[in-house]
């Protein structure tokens, strides 16, 4: 299983649920990864900055509003050979979940 794709992902945090698409890039031998998620319910299209990959783990920054409050989301999780993945994001003292599966 490769991260290069688009994956539909579920995001979990306290301020909202969002349903987003993902579309990632992955360079394997470098270790790095590249992409965007849009959101489905509004378009908005959200940056991956720092992707880093080690593996079936991935680790990376995303910047995403809430209104028209930006938070600064840095994300960790895993991807997995059944075509699913998970894991958490963080932005200040705010914390939520993601889990999805590969399109």
Known sequence: MTLTGKWKITAVTPLASMNL????????????????ATNEA?????QVANGK???????????IRFGIIPFNFHLNGHFYEDGTCDGVGKAAKMQGTY????L
């Open 21 to 36: 698409i993902a579309d990632f890039v992955a360079d394997e031998a470098a270790g790095t990864f590249t992409g965007t």
């Open 42 to 46: 509004n378009g908005a299209v959200y």
């Open 53 to 63: 990959l080690d593996g079936n783990a991935i680790d990376y920054d995303m910047i």
């Open 99 to 102: 889990k999805g599966y590969k």
